[in-house]
């Protein structure tokens, strides 16, 4: 950022904080010279009034817009981008807009809509989950504004533990949270960044932050939680109803909620959802893993006899028998049998077996009269008499519903039905989008966004939708770690950030390409499968590839290979050249370069 002044100001000082410029004006007065400076946390302009009454001052972004502003993408017209490539752009475009400045705070991040933020808000809103999913986001293109949005979230944790639900400008809703993802959010940060300071930053928040959901949100003997309210934390609107607790989902008005007794001892609803346990299985076992990294072996193995249990519980209590799906179970026993896309979230807990993905993805993520057809995924099933109201999350698509199945799909495996929601979640965006909208939600039957007033038309968690076509070329996520596969048109895909810089993907009639900002190629090839687990250094690359029908081969450009196998085997290698056999199961290959 840069500041153009008229007329330039009598004086420039550099600061850590305000509260170190007011000190120094109290201290040491405005004749005060030794703190001059053109860089700083904090700059403060000091102007005379007697000297100049009258100027104008202009904050600018001169460095390029990384996406929209790279030339070699721009000169290329809109209408033949790719979808990936046109999404990419329409992400960074979303987030950009709605990233701001919190005067009352003193702090950068993105907020949900700008539409919001005076008014609604009162200056400034961190609803939880839409902060971290703009992190996310963020974590694409620029990791700072990436740890803007962490940071916003952080500093409202709460000294029991939880990150409060809502804080704005006019109320703080510190009685309840909303479902643990802040987890997820940072492993992908610290991997696609390779920067052990978001682990070493937030590991012990976010843990304290898990535990919090155990200690409060128990739901009696079950081993499983529930979404409430707390007693002993502040005093915003709706604490200690049955309301406050069903905030907490993020899923207000969600027909799942409405068999669920409210007990207003405890500020629990008495239903264990099915989405809020997958979600904290999630949690835990990424918690895990960093335990394990930062050589807390005590947390580690807590964690992991907690996910272990409760992976197990999610499995087995919450699948209903009768209609082969998960769903959300009352105190007594019974199933609720109203049900949302959150009965899809043990796949991403990895607590479901074959017979169980099998049952979701065929009789209700594809069956056109639950939660399949054209535009997907409805907040509902079909078949539910909620459906038709159209309000909120009774009926309307939401991105996070969608984000979170697609990648429970991945996790499994079932590529093909995650192709499939990508594809449309993104179609369905950018029927909005070629309108210059970004919706808060979407209706299920026709696409709409403003066919409801209560809905915002430039929203940023509406950018979840697009991100799933991104994640089809380029993803990363804990178990396939980077991978990659070729857009479908050719064109130039990226930039995106990925552990090794700011990468592009070249799609071409005769091949596809990883390259560089320097445009310098890792590898080239011809075949169209995805990759897995993609490493580099500077002597070795490897990765995983599910299939490969025919031989083929991969170029390495100005590298000297030494030696090349696949699942520990020699194979063919030349100069700059492997030689892929024909592989009908997930295999891993290695390629080792002259030093």
Same mark, same amino acid.
């Given at each position: 950022?840069?500041? &153009?002044?008229?007329?330039?100001?009598?004086?420039?000082?550099?600061?850590?904080?305000?509260?170190?410029?007011?000190?120094? %004006?109290?201290?040491?007065?405005?004749?005060?010279?030794?703190?001059?400076?053109?860089?700083?946390?904090?700059?403060?302009? =000091?102007?005379?009034?007697?000297?100049?009454?009258?100027?104008?001052?202009?904050?600018?972004?001169?460095?390029?817009?990384? &996406?929209?502003?790279?030339?070699?993408?721009?000169?290329?017209?809109?209408? +033949?981008?790719?979808?990936?490539?046109?999404?990419?752009?329409?992400?960074?475009?979303?987030?950009?807009?709605?990233?701001?400045? #919190?005067?009352?705070?003193?702090?950068?991040?993105?907020?949900?809509? =700008?539409?919001?933020?005076?008014?609604?808000?009162?200056?400034?809103?961190?609803? %939880?989950?839409? &902060?971290?999913?703009?992190?996310?986001?963020?974590?694409?293109?620029?990791?700072?504004?990436?740890?803007?949005?962490?940071?916003?979230?952080?500093?409202?944790?709460?000294?029991?533990?939880?990150?409060?639900?809502?804080?704005?400008?006019?109320?703080?809703?510190?009685?309840?949270?909303?479902?643990?993802?802040?987890?997820?959010?940072?492993?992908?940060?610290?991997?696609?960044?390779?920067?052990?300071?978001?682990?070493?930053?937030?590991?012990?928040?976010?843990?304290?932050?898990?535990?919090?959901?155990?200690?409060?949100?128990?739901?009696?003997?079950?081993?499983?939680?529930?979404?409430?309210?707390?007693?002993?934390?502040?005093?915003?609107?709706?604490?200690?109803?049955?309301?406050?607790?069903?905030?907490?989902?993020?899923?207000?008005?969600?027909?799942?909620?409405?068999?669920?007794?409210?007990?207003?001892?405890?500020?629990?609803?008495?239903?264990?959802?099915?989405?809020?346990?997958?979600?904290?299985? %999630?949690?835990?076992?990424?918690?895990?893993?960093?335990?394990?990294?930062?050589?807390?072996?005590?947390?580690? #193995?807590?964690?992991?006899?907690?996910?272990?249990?409760?992976?197990?519980?999610?499995?087995?209590?919450?699948?209903?028998?009768?209609?082969?799906?998960?769903s959300n179970r009352l105190l007594d026993g019974k199933f609720v049998n109203d049900l949302a896309p959150t009965s899809f979230y043990p796949l991403i807990a990895g607590a479901c077996n074959s017979?169980?993905?099998?049952?979701?993805?065929?009789?209700?993520?594809?069956?056109?009269?639950?939660?399949?057809?054209?535009?997907?995924?409805?907040?509902?099933?079909? +078949?539910?008499?909620?459906?038709?109201?159209?309000?909120?999350?009774?009926?309307?698509?939401?991105?996070?519903?969608?984000?979170?199945?697609?990648?429970?799909?991945?996790?499994?495996?079932?590529?093909?039905?995650?192709?499939?929601?990508?594809?449309?979640?993104?179609?369905?965006?950018?029927?909005?989008?070629?309108?210059?909208?970004?919706?808060?939600?979407?209706?299920?039957?026709?696409?709409?966004?403003?066919?409801?007033?209560?809905? +915002?038309?430039?929203?940023?968690?509406?950018?979840?939708?697009?991100?799933? &076509?991104?994640?089809?070329?380029?993803?990363?996520?804990?178990?396939?770690? %980077?991978?990659?596969?070729?857009?479908?048109?050719?064109?130039?895909?990226?930039?995106?950030?990925?552990?090794?810089?700011?990468?592009?993907?070249?799609?071409?009639?005769?091949?596809?390409?990883?390259?560089?900002?320097?445009?310098?190629?890792?590898?080239?090839?011809?075949?169209?499968?995805?990759?897995?687990?993609?490493?580099?250094?500077?002597?070795?690359?490897?990765?995983?590839?599910?299939?490969?029908?025919?031989?083929?081969?991969?170029?390495?450009?100005?590298?000297?290979?030494?030696?090349?196998?696949?699942?520990?085997?020699?194979?063919?290698?030349?100069?700059?050249?492997?030689?892929?056999?024909?592989?009908?199961?997930?295999?891993?290959?290695?390629?080792?370069?002259?030093?």
């Amino acid at each position: 950022m840069e500041i &153009i002044s008229y007329p330039n100001p009598l004086l420039v000082t550099g600061h850590n904080s305000y509260d170190d410029l007011i000190e120094e %004006l109290k201290e040491k007065g405005y004749f005060y010279l030794n703190s001059r400076s053109n860089q700083g946390k904090i700059l403060a302009l =000091r102007y005379n009034l007697e000297e100049m009454s009258q100027g104008k001052v202009c904050l600018y972004q001169k460095a390029k817009n990384p &996406i929209l502003d790279d030339d070699e993408v721009n000169n290329t017209e809109n209408s +033949d981008l790719g979808d990936e490539q046109k999404s990419l752009k329409a992400i960074y475009s979303v987030v950009s807009w709605n990233h701001v400045f #919190d005067s009352k705070n003193a702090r950068p991040y993105t907020c949900l809509s =700008r539409n919001w933020n005076t008014k609604k808000f009162g200056g400034f809103g961190i609803w %939880l989950n839409d &902060i971290l999913f703009n992190a996310l986001l963020w974590g694409l293109f620029d990791k700072q504004k990436a740890i803007e949005n962490i940071q916003a979230v952080m500093v409202w944790q709460t000294d029991t533990g939880n990150f409060p639900c809502l804080v704005t400008g006019n109320d703080q809703w510190l009685d309840r949270s909303q479902p643990p993802i802040g987890t997820w959010v940072v492993w992908n940060l610290w991997k696609r960044w390779k920067d052990d300071s978001f682990i070493h930053n937030y590991f012990y928040a976010l843990l304290k932050n898990h535990e919090w959901w155990w200690n409060e949100r128990s739901l009696a003997k079950t081993g499983l939680v529930a979404y409430g309210t707390s007693k002993n934390q502040g005093s915003g609107l709706y604490k200690g109803t049955k309301l406050g607790a069903k905030n907490e989902s993020s899923m207000d008005n969600s027909p799942v909620h409405d068999p669920a007794p409210f007990d207003s001892e405890s500020g629990l609803l008495l239903s264990a959802d099915v989405g809020l346990n997958s979600l904290l299985c %999630l949690d835990g076992e990424l918690l895990h893993g960093m335990a394990v990294y930062l050589g807390d072996s005590e947390k580690a #193995d807590l964690l992991q006899k907690k996910v272990a249990n409760l992976r197990l519980k999610i499995s087995e209590w919450l699948w209903d028998e009768n209609r082969s799906v998960f769903s959300n179970r009352l105190l007594d026993g019974k199933f609720v049998n109203d049900l949302a896309p959150t009965s899809f979230y043990p796949l991403i807990a990895g607590a479901c077996n074959s017979f169980q993905q099998k049952s979701l993805i065929e009789n209700y993520i594809l069956n056109d009269k639950k939660f399949g057809g054209e535009y997907v995924l409805p907040s509902v099933s079909r +078949d539910n008499p909620a459906f038709s109201d159209n309000v909120y999350w009774r009926g309307r698509i939401w991105g996070p519903l969608n984000y979170w199945t697609y990648h429970g799909l991945r996790r499994y495996g079932h590529n093909e039905t995650a192709q499939w929601l990508a594809e449309r979640s993104n179609r369905l965006f950018m029927n909005g989008w070629d309108n210059g909208m970004c919706g808060e939600n979407y209706n299920a039957s026709t696409g709409d966004i403003l066919d409801q007033s209560d809905t +915002d038309p430039f929203y940023s968690w509406g950018a979840l939708l697009p991100s799933l &076509i991104i994640s089809e070329v380029a993803d990363l996520n804990p178990w396939d770690n %980077l991978s990659f596969k070729p857009p479908v048109k050719p064109g130039i895909f990226g930039p995106i950030f990925t552990p090794f810089g700011k990468t592009y993907i070249i799609n071409t009639k005769e091949g596809w390409s990883l390259q560089d900002e320097n445009s310098k190629t890792f590898m080239e090839t011809k075949f169209n499968s995805r990759i897995y687990n993609f490493e580099m250094n500077a002597h070795t690359i490897s990765f995983d590839i599910e299939k490969l029908i025919e031989k083929t081969e991969i170029v390495f450009p100005n590298n000297i290979v030494i030696s090349a196998s696949v699942d520990g085997e020699e194979i063919k290698h030349g100069a700059e050249t492997i030689y892929l056999p024909k592989i009908n199961t997930r295999s891993k290959f290695k390629v080792d370069f002259q030093q």
